[in-house]
């Protein structure tokens, strides 16, 4: 039985119930195989794409609180929430899930800031990763260049236009018909599920994504471009980071929602 992905169409809720399905499994990165704790349905999202795994806790009906390190894609469609091994959980039990909400949220806003950096930066996107405290997208630049203060003008004057942000599905046929949609170079959107979801910044970005991202970019907050640097002969790396009335606030804005 595969994990029910409660957070794609919950971005903002931050506790839910659960039911344990299984405490077997094996990830790489695993704290231990005896601390995969699979559930039917999750608000924690796995490591993929560029964006950390969500962290947070399990409380038990009895009230115990079980720490969850680190959330990652198991086999089958399901998701493996890593525990400490003696953490006491068998099937069939019921937990509150609660997300490190901050964390999240920081992950949430950096990634809608990252797609609006491949906005005013129109090369293919060849890496990238996304953090709490920054982010960074690695493009095939060629011979073109950038500055970064301007890019910092130009990325929080798209913040501040408060262009919302939605989600949709389409067929793996219409993204065929449309490869134009797909900016990463190294990296294909996953399929075999017949539809790819999509993410839609207002009427300047539409792109397969599977993350999860703010209701409205002046959500995001004030952000600069804080360094570009060359990663080889075509390369460059462009590295976000929090302005710095931003930083004072753990996880930003806690403004927002749905």
């Known amino acids: ?5 409660t957070f794609r169409e919950l971005p903002y809720a931050r506790e839910s119930l659960a039911t344990v399905l299984s405490t077997t499994g094996s990830t790489t990165g695993a704290i231990g195989d ?34 969850v390190h680190d959330t990652r894609k198991g086999d089958n469609g399901q998701v493996h929430h890593l525990l400490d091994p003696n953490h006491g959980l068998e099937a069939g039990q019921s937990v509150t899930q609660q997300i490190d909400w901050a964390h999240r949220h920081a992950h949430m806003r950096m990634h809608t800031a990252l797609h609006l950096l491949s906005v005013i930066v129109p090369h293919g996107v060849t890496g990238g990763s996304i953090g709490a405290d920054r982010g960074r997208l690695d493009f095939d630049l060629g011979e073109a260049s950038f500055d970064k203060e301007e890019l910092s003008e130009r990325l929080n004057a798209l913040i501040a236009a408060d262009y919302p942000v939605t989600s949709e599905w389409i067929s793996e046929a219409e993204l065929d018909a449309h490869p134009e949609l797909v900016k ?21 970005d539409y792109q397969p994504c599977g993350g999860t991202h703010v209701a409205s970019t002046v959500e995001i907050g004030p952000i600069q471009v804080a360094s570009i640097k060359n990663r080889g002969a075509r390369n460059r790396r462009f590295t976000l980071t929090w302005a710095a009335s931003d930083r004072l606030k753990p996880g930003g804005n806690a403004g927002g929602g749905q």
Do not use: K, N
């Open 1 to 5: 039985m595969s994990t029910v992905l």
């Open 34 to 67: 005896d601390g995969v704790v699979v559930t039917d349905a999750t608000l924690f999202y796995p490591h993929g794409g560029g964006q950390p795994g969500d962290r947070g806790v399990f409380i038990t009906a009895d009230g115990r609180t079980l720490t």
């Open 184 to 204: 990463t170079m190294s990296v294909a959107p996953p399929r075999g599920a017949g539809e790819i979801r999509m993410v839609r910044i207002g009427d300047i």
